[in-house]
Structure formats: structure tokens, C-alpha cells
């Protein structure tokens, strides 16, 4: 069973991410590119009847991201509802009760050098309004990310700003294709997080991060999911409305 050190739980709050190398590996890890694979395969047959399979932009238009992916791919679920992921996340969290608001599936193609600008995930999970309630004062969520490929600065790979987690939600302006920048939020403070397969990254929501565009020949795959605290989230979203209740 996956435990997680003190140490490593005062550096995902201070520090704002911990990286867990090798969480999944051998058939685990296999199961879950095989999935995702499928997804690569046959993304056309959904692509004009599910607003869950995610495109580029034209004229290349290519699959990029897949919105509670289990739903199509059972393999997905059932990875994500492991105790080596949820184990981690409950302590992180500090409560054996969550609920699972992502699964997801993210992809960035050869010479593709579409980014991700800095941000934080409170925003996405709709911080500072009605349908976000933050009931532990830590963020009462838990992003975490594995890597189905290599991920390196090259195909794209994922940065962040350390400590940036303790400044809590700060509203960043955030639009697609244009690095963010404010005070506190700029790209030469961010370092560079090297995933090997298998590795997963947890972050809270108020750690700023983004992803640069890939410039390497290789597809870059990631397997994303988040958990919140009950009572945290008001916000429906795609596949599993407000969530799925987990109970370790």
C-alpha cells in the first residue's frame, strides 16, 4: 500500500506538489495506456455525438482531451478508484469520504505546440462563487496526474511555481494561447516537473502550473484525475454531474 512520509505531505502543501514515481507500472500502467490507445483509435466515431471528446482547433483537428473518460472506457475508472491513487489523496485531504469530480484523458500530438497557460485549478472548480466551498481552509481538493508517456519540457511538458500554493485563490486571467502574467504569476518563476511512465505528480488547487506545446516526434499522454471533500463542490459536471462519492 502507498503511504505517503510527513515530509512529503508538508511538501505538497508547502512546496504546493509531490511526485510519486512509479505508482502505476507493469499491467496497471499498460491497462491504462491500452485505454487510452482505444480513445486515439476510434476518437472519430464520437465526434459528433458526445461534447466529452475534446478537438484541436482546424484544419488539423485531432483529439486532445476526453471528459470523464471512464465512461467510455471502464479500464479508466476503475484505475482511478485504486487505493495506491486514493490512499495518497486521502491523506492529503485528510478524510477517508471523497468525491471524484475527474477522469481524464489528455493528449498532445507530434510538433503540436499548443500550451496550456499558467493557472490554478480553483478556477476551473469555480472558487470564489456559489458552487465551490472551500471546508477544510486548504483547498479541500486534490489534482492528480500520471503520466502514460514520458513528459518532458520537450513534448510538452508540465512547470510550476513552488510555494505559489500558499497565496490561495488569486483569480488569475487565463486565455488559451496567451501566457498569463501578473505579479504573482510569471513563466521564468516556474520550473520544469520530468514525469517517466507511470510517475504521478498531486498538486492542490491553488498551486499555479501550465504545460508548454509539444516539439518532439512522440504523442505525450496523461491521465488526470481530481477529488474534492464532500461538501466542497456545487458545480455539475460533464459524465458525473456533482460527483462520484468514494468511501475508502
Known amino acids: 500500500m502507498v503511504r505517503l512520509t510527513k515530509e512529503q505531505i508538508e511538501e505538497f502543501y508547502e512546496v504546493g ?4 514515481p512509479g505508482l502505476f507500472i507493469g499491467v496497471d500502467l499498460q491497462r491504462i495506456s491500452r485505454a487510452i490507445h482505444g480513445f486515439v483509435r476510434t476518437a472519430d466515431l464520437y465526434r459528433d455525438s458526445s461534447d466529452r471528446f475534446v478537438y484541436t482547433a ?8 476526453v471528459v470523464w ?15 495506491r491513487l486514493l490512499r495518497p489523496v486521502s491523506q492529503l485531504l485528510g478524510h477517508r469520504n ?15 505546440h499548443t500550451f496550456y497557460p499558467l493557472h490554478q485549478d480553483s478556477s476551473n472548480r469555480r472558487y470564489g462563487t456559489e458552487l ?10 486534490v489534482q492528480c496526474l500520471t503520466a502514460v508517456t514520458e513528459v518532458t ?3 510538452g511538458g508540465l512547470y510550476f511555481i513552488p510555494g505559489s500554493c500558499k497565496k490561495g485563490h488569486l483569480a488569475l486571467p487565463y486565455k488559451e494561447g496567451v501566457e498569463t502574467r501578473t505579479d504573482d504569476c510569471r513563466i521564468e ?17 491553488y498551486t499555479i502550473h501550465g504545460s508548454g506545446g509539444n516539439s518532439s516526434s512522440e504523442i505525450q499522454k496523461l491521465f488526470i484525475n481530481g477529488f474534492a471533500l464532500q461538501g466542497a463542490n456545487r458545480r455539475g459536471y460533464p459524465g458525473c454531474g456533482l460527483g462520484e462519492d468514494i468511501a475508502l
Open 58 to 65: 482546424p484544419p488539423r483537428s485531432r483529439l486532445k482531451r
Open 17 to 20: 506538489y509531490v511526485v510519486i
Open 69 to 83: 473518460a471512464g465512461t467510455f472506457e471502464d479500464r479508466l475508472l476503475l484505475a482511478s478508484r485504486t487505493d
Open 98 to 112: 471523497l468525491v471524484q469530480i475527474i477522469n481524464q484523458v489528455h493528449l498532445k500530438w507530434p510538433n503540436d
Open 132 to 141: 465551490w466551498t472551500d471546508v477544510n481552509g486548504k483547498g479541500s481538493y
Open 189 to 205: 518563476d516556474a520550473v520544469p516537473v520530468i514525469l517517466n511512465p507511470g510517475d504521478t505528480v498531486f498538486f492542490g488547487p
Open 153 to 155: 519540457p520537450s513534448n
